[in-house]
């Protein structure tokens, strides 16, 4: 079908072309041309007969898409609010991994991604009406400066999903790393090794409220538990109010070696160390250096979250890999098919399975 000859025409003079007029030009309806025009995901995909004619349709109308106007229309803006606590976050490997994932799927959906801090919220965002008007839907990575029965009232307005936290009763869908898994996976590999004591260097969290729930940490519900039982199982001493310590996570390994120096001082250690990620495992290298300590012979180090710089330390340090991109990919994806769908997921803990990259410091 060509659509040579047709063009002014179609539409008064003066006038701007309007999305009914692009349809009629090119013989569809005016939702097929909306998909075309956004690049939307289509479970029903768009032939390609039917995107050139739409395309050389709006081409030959000069039809240009006010998205303005599509809001107000749909009361959907494709965009999708990603929430950290800070743009300094996004210097972080991990971080930065997650927002990659979102972003990728957002784009194949023919969605938009915004970037959130919280800082300004102290725990009202559900009365900042310009983020929710603005957004189709949230995705929430942090738990700093957000409180449940705030966040219980954003989830009345737009979707809700958590990266890496749960929401009290498991009310809203959660995607995060598979910790039990992880558990199991550390627990064998330092038994095999015939470890006799271990240490966890976490990251620094959110003390429990007197009275309000916080949201949960995945790691503290279900990684800990899982550990010490495991541990003692196999007969590796693990006593959670003496070998968990808490550490600044941070990409500023001086600060993060000042504490670990702290730890690392007294006479009695673990024999290895979990710790929070590779800019930790990094400051507890070079503290045992500094003390003659040999890796992995008087200390094992295993980083709880692989950046890709475990591999380039020295030693090489053994890492779990909870791909954080993959986190993002399905936080976006749940989002989306309740957003286009209205698809409500039937689970709403989704644990994506790390894998245990064993190396020279365990």
């Avoid at 709880?304 to 380039?312: M, S, V």
Wanted: glycine share 4%; net charge neutral; with cysteine.
């Amino acid at each position: 079908m060509s659509l040579d000859g047709k063009g002014e025409s179609e539409t008064k003079r003066g006038e701007r072309p309007t999305l009914a007029d692009v349809a009629k030009l090119a013989g569809v309806s005016p939702t097929t041309v909306s998909r075309v025009l956004r690049g939307a995901y289509n479970p029903r995909p768009v032939s390609e007969e039917v995107q050139r004619r739409v395309l050389e349709a709006a081409a030959k109308l000069g039809y240009q898409p006010n998205p303005i106007a599509q809001a107000l229309s749909t009361r959907r803006t494709h965009i999708l609010g990603l929430v950290l606590l800070s743009p300094t976050q996004l210097t972080h490997p991990y971080t930065a991994a997650i927002v990659q994932g979102a972003l990728e799927v957002a784009h194949q959906h023919g969605y938009h991604v915004t970037l959130i801090p919280t800082e300004q919220w102290r725990g009202s965002l559900s009365r900042d009406q310009r983020i929710l008007t603005m957004t189709d839907g949230l995705i929430i990575t942090t738990r700093r400066s957000i409180v449940p029965d705030d966040l219980a009232k954003v989830s009345e307005q737009v979707p809700v999903v958590l990266v890496q936290f749960r929401f009290p009763d498991n009310a809203m869908p959660s995607v995060h790393a598979d910790y039990r898994l992880a558990a199991q996976l550390i627990a064998e590999h330092l038994r095999q090794r015939s470890v006799k004591e271990v240490g966890v260097l976490w990251a620094r969290g959110i003390s429990p409220h007197p009275t309000k729930p916080v949201l949960r940490s995945v790691f503290e519900e279900d990684f800990l538990p899982h550990f010490q039982k495991l541990l003692n199982e196999a007969g590796i001493l693990f006593d959670p109010t003496v070998d968990i310590r808490s550490v600044l996570v941070s990409t500023d390994v001086a600060a993060i070696r000042k504490e670990v120096r702290q730890w690392l001082k007294i006479a009695q250690r673990p024999a290895a160390l979990c710790v929070a990620d590779d800019f930790v495992a990094g400051a507890v290298l070079q503290v045992a250096a500094e003390k003659g300590l040999h890796v992995p012979e008087d200390l094992a180090v295993i980083s709880l979250n692989d950046l890709g710089i475990a591999e380039k330390l020295l030693p090489p340090v053994t890492a779990l890999h909870i791909a954080p991109d993959e986190l993002g990919r399905h936080a976006a994806k749940l989002l989306i098919e309740r957003l286009d769908n209205d698809i409500v997921p039937s689970e709403t803990d989704i644990a994506i399975p790390p894998r245990l990259i064993a190396r020279n410091s365990s």
